[in-house]
């Protein structure tokens, strides 16, 4: 049940307080918490907590998406960044669209502010943040899955839960550490230098011809 002050809402975290407001009101703070406002005459807390039941897969929509957002590294990621994190997504999508027999995907890298991934359910075409990079394998497999999940359910609603839960257990950990960034960025790829020229053996060293004179006496 649903009190002022800090509380739990299925499990979500919500923050309730009376304000000087004329109507009771919804946000989703940065952090993922819901801060729901009750005006201080013409509602009651068991009104508020109707209205927010009411509203309620919105609220898990729009917190999902709030949440989702990746902070945005000083430096975009080195070529040689890309391109190991090209190699690691061709691999993964391909694996798990086989895996989900989803046919047809396609996939393209660009830099994005607010999201980890998209995709354009009708041209099956799944976008990802460049800023994955700087992510370990095992999370950039759940935005992998994630997205091709949307293939089937478009929306952050029950069936894509319960789709997520068959197909990645454990997925929800995964996600709060991605979002959280409970982890230790992925060492930026550095260019192998190039091998030093083998030094050559006496064996393989050209051979000089001396030529000799000798005096027959």
């Known amino acids: 049940m649903m009190h002022f002050g800090e509380c739990l809402v299925d499990g979500v975290p919500v923050e309730v307080a009376r304000r ?10 940065d952090d993922g918490t819901v801060a729901v406002t009750v005006p201080k005459w013409g509602a009651t807390l068991h009104e508020a907590e109707a209205f927010l039941r009411s509203k309620w897969q919105w609220v898990m929509e729009h917190r999902a998406a709030v949440l989702a957002r990746p902070p945005q590294d000083a430096a975009p990621p080195s070529a040689d960044e890309l391109a190991a994190l090209r190699s690691l997504l061709a691999e993964l999508t391909s694996q798990w669209a086989a895996r989900l027999s989803e046919g047809g995907v396609t996939w393209t890298l660009r830099a994005m502010k607010t999201l ?7 041209r099956r ?6 800023e994955l990079a700087r992510v370990p394998r095992e999370l950039v497999e759940y935005v992998v899955v994630h997205e091709l999940t949307h293939l089937k359910a478009a929306s952050h609603g029950p069936r894509f839960y319960a789709l997520m839960d068959k197909r990645l257990p454990g997925w929800q950990r995964l996600r709060r550490r991605l979002n ?7 060492p930026p790829v550095v260019p192998s230098a190039p091998p030093p020229p083998p030094v050559p053996s006496a064996a ?4 000089r011809v001396v030529q000799c004179e000798f005096d027959f006496l």
Do not use: L
Request: proline residues 6%; charged residues 30%.
């Open 116 to 122: 980890w991934g998209s995709c354009h359910i009708v």
């Open 20 to 29: 000087r407001a004329r109507r009771i009101s919804i946000r989703v703070k």
């Open 180 to 186: 959280k960034r409970e982890f230790a960025p992925v």
């Open 204 to 207: 393989d060293a050209p051979r």
């Open 125 to 130: 075409r799944i976008t990802y943040n460049t």
